[in-house]
């Protein structure tokens, strides 16, 4: 039976590539096909929504974790208590059934991003990309092979290098990282600082994920908050 997590509208996420997935876990495999939205079964949705998010982001996880090659329990506590914190316990018991049976398969990036290009928009893709780094940093380290497969997705998902640099940038502090969130160079003049916060504050404002629900809305505040403080402590360094 479905939990609240994905039984919240689940749509396109049962199509392609993730459907055949997580088919078992529905008790049947799901076939990608023009019939498949209808009858009692769920039906697929252009728009993305909290279940389908929670599923892509699940699988790319999963893919995050098996980058080093092995996945280690300690990894999973991380996860397990990254889930609890932002989903709380009974989602993310959930969610974990699903995860530990999507490390077991075998599939390629492409095709999950494929599947997640054609239904997902760039804010949807860019929070993704901040759950992914969110979870690698959770044993306090952000491992040089989880950048790569991170980096590789984004590419996968058509997203702009700077843009994913710009979000890594909030996990791996340097004396750059603020100027990387706001995707500027640190010899910009003090206009274009200001004017690089006013255009990632409207690219990466919350309400363009709010439909995906409260605990992916959380998420895209946090991002939204590392901007803020990225410019105001560029422009206590400066004087502005």
């Known amino acids: 039976m479905l939990g609240r997590m994905f039984g919240a509208g689940l749509g396109w996420a049962f199509a392609g590539p993730i459907g055949g997935l997580i088919g078992w876990w529905l008790g049947g495999q799901v076939d990608a096909n023009p019939n ?7 039906r ?10 929670a599923i892509a982001m699940l ?13 280690v329990k300690a990894e999973l506590d991380y996860v397990k208590q990254f889930l609890i914190k932002s989903f709380g ?4 018991q959930e969610m974990l059934v699903l995860l530990k049976n999507l490390l077991e398969q075998d ?4 095709e999950i991003a494929n599947q997640i290009n054609s239904h997902m ?8 990309m901040h759950v992914l780094f969110g979870i690698s940093q959770a044993d306090g380290q952000v491992h040089a092979s989880e950048v790569e497969i991170i ?7 058509k997203l702009n290098a700077r843009d994913v640099d710009a979000i890594m940038a909030i996990f791996v502090k340097n004396t750059n990282s603020y100027y990387k969130i706001l995707e500027i160079d640190p010899s910009a003049n003090d206009q274009e600082i200001k ?3 006013r255009s990632m504050a409207t690219r990466f404002h919350p309400d363009k994920v709010q439909h995906l629900g409260p605990e992916f809305q959380k998420m895209a505040e946090d991002k939204f908050k590392a901007i803020n403080e990225a410019y105001q402590e560029i422009k206590t360094e400066r004087g502005i």
């Open 36 to 42: 498949m939205g209808q009858g009692s079964g769920p």
């Open 44 to 53: 697929i949705s252009q728009r993305t929504r909290p279940g389908d998010f």
């Open 59 to 71: 699988v790319l996880v999963a893919a995050v974790m098996k980058a080093d090659g092995k996945v």
């Open 89 to 92: 316990r009974d989602n993310a």
């Open 107 to 110: 599939y390629y990036i492409y």
């Open 121 to 128: 928009n760039t804010a949807e893709k860019l929070q993704l």
């Open 151 to 157: 980096r590789e997705i984004g590419q996968h998902l």
């Open 195 to 197: 004017k690089a916060y």
